[in-house]
């Protein structure tokens, strides 16, 4: 039996938004924090990417006005959330097939508003849809047991026009997971918190700083302030649990420390638990999660190439979505386009696959300039796969000092920046709540 330590130095193993997430909780309550981050810059799968003289991210990424504890986070670490982010209301445009666009009215009127008045769907898919956000707010969006997407989709009789164009664009956009196998109760959590929400919960915001830059780089100064510590290009190798605490293990050496929490990504998390017996069993849980991919091809075209609006989907396409830097970011010129999750695009190699979206944004918008440049950014375990009934590992473990962050956790959110910095806050206050 391991004695419950008082929280004197805990350490925290990885720079993303979880772990630094964690961190910055930690030290609000005054408890000096060590983070390892193994990779040169903070972000882990929220970073800046620098190609030559341009900003990029390792891909796009939309936050939406329900996430709250990332909105509040990056507040409190000194940002201001009217100058980091373009807030756009709930809109979701597929080029010449639909659009949804929600009026500024009180919620859920300003849903069903939106429902009703979609453009691209018959009178009757517009009723089937309006009717299931109904249904789903009367089960108060809980499912008794957990199916996939389609198969709620199907059972409370969507069309299958209806799910290709508006269900799953939504599905994908928010658990990187096909419809066939993703959680239907996951994605009505997101949902209920959303589109169920108030108008600003189902607002877009999209950054117009890079993604290390827009929280984790701040909360690094702000622990640097309350006396913590960032070790970067720093892994951690070992985490040896002992009576008195937790040896860490690093190529520089070891080092004590009172408690650990692991923010590590999930194969990491895994491979450091697994030589402990007691953490054995969740890293052999770990190890049966599966991931999806999410592609980002950078356009660079001449500085007048625009879009229409900041955020603009396909259908039928290669491409999902595309996002105009100009108008996000004062990027001109570039275009990310952004492909989530597994598909035929993957049979693609990087020029293949700008190629094809030059092709498509040619085709479907007229677009006759050639690129500068281009640069592809596959993540191929972009999330985890957000299946039916996935079992997640929880932040505790049965040794009291150590802990575990990250967005696979246990949680009502897929893989996302909310999710991420939910599950550090949760892991940091088991140990505030240890003192
Ligand atoms: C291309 C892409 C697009 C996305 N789009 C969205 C979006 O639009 N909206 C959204 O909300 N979410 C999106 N996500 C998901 C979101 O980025 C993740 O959910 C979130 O960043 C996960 O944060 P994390 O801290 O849990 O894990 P990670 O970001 O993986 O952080 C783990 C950190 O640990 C470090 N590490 C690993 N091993 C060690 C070790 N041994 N020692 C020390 N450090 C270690 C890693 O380098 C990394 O920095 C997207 C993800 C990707 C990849």
């Not at 191929?380 to 802990?403: G, W």
Request: glycine residues 6%.
């Amino acid at each position: 039996m391991v004695a419950e330590l008082k929280p004197t130095n805990p350490a925290i193993i990885g720079g993303g938004y979880a772990g630094m997430a964690a961190a910055v909780t930690l030290a609000a309550q005054g408890i000096p924090v060590t983070v390892f981050e193994s990779a040169r810059q903070l972000g882990g799968r929220a970073r800046g990417v620098q190609h030559n003289d341009t900003q990029l991210d390792n891909g796009q990424h939309i936050l939406l006005g329900c996430y709250r504890h990332t909105l509040q986070m990056i507040e409190q670490v000194g940002g201001n959330i009217e100058q980091d982010f373009l807030r756009l209301p709930l809109q979701l445009t597929l080029h010449e097939r639909f659009e949804l666009k929600a009026p500024h009215f009180p919620a859920p009127l300003h849903l069903l508003v939106a429902l009703l008045s979609a453009k691209g769907l018959s009178f009757s898919e517009r009723l089937q849809a309006a009717r299931f956000m109904l249904a789903m707010r009367h089960i108060k969006f809980k499912l008794t047991h957990d199916i996939s997407v389609l198969e709620l989709l199907r059972t409370y009789r969507q069309s299958e026009d209806l799910i290709r164009i508006m269900w799953e664009p939504i599905c994908i956009s928010a658990l990187n997971t096909p419809t066939h196998k993703a959680s239907a109760q996951v994605l009505l959590n997101v949902l209920r918190d959303s589109l169920n929400g108030r108008f600003t919960d189902s607002e877009m915001l999209l950054p117009r700083l890079d993604f290390s830059a827009l929280f984790p780089n701040r909360a690094a100064q702000y622990l640097a302030q309350h006396g913590g510590n960032v070790l970067t290009s720093c892994g951690v190798e070992a985490i040896i649990p002992q009576d008195n605490g937790v040896e860490i293990v690093t190529a520089q050496g070891a080092q004590q420390f009172s408690h650990v929490i692991c923010a590590a990504s999930p194969a990491s998390s895994a491979r450091l638990f697994r030589a402990t017996p007691s953490l054995a069993p969740i890293a052999a849980q770990i190890d049966a999660i599966s991931y999806q991919p999410i592609y980002t091809v950078y356009l660079q075209y001449p500085e007048h190439v625009t879009l229409s609006q900041a955020m603009l989907g396909f259908d039928r396409c290669f491409t999902q979505w595309l996002f105009d830097k100009g108008r996000i970011a004062g990027q001109h010129g570039l275009i990310a386009a952004v492909i989530s999750a597994e598909g035929r695009h993957q049979e693609l190699n990087h020029d293949q696959l700008a190629l094809k979206v030059v092709q498509e944004l040619q085709e479907q918008l007229g677009i006759s300039d050639e690129p500068l440049w281009h640069q592809v950014i596959a993540e191929k375990r972009a999330t985890f796969a957000c299946e039916v009934n996935l079992s997640r590992p929880s932040n505790t473990t049965p040794l009291p000092n150590v802990l575990l962050a990250g967005d696979f956790t246990a949680g009502d959110y897929p893989a996302t920046l909310e999710g991420a910095v939910i599950s550090g806050i949760k892991a940091a206050k088991e140990i505030i709540s240890s003192r």
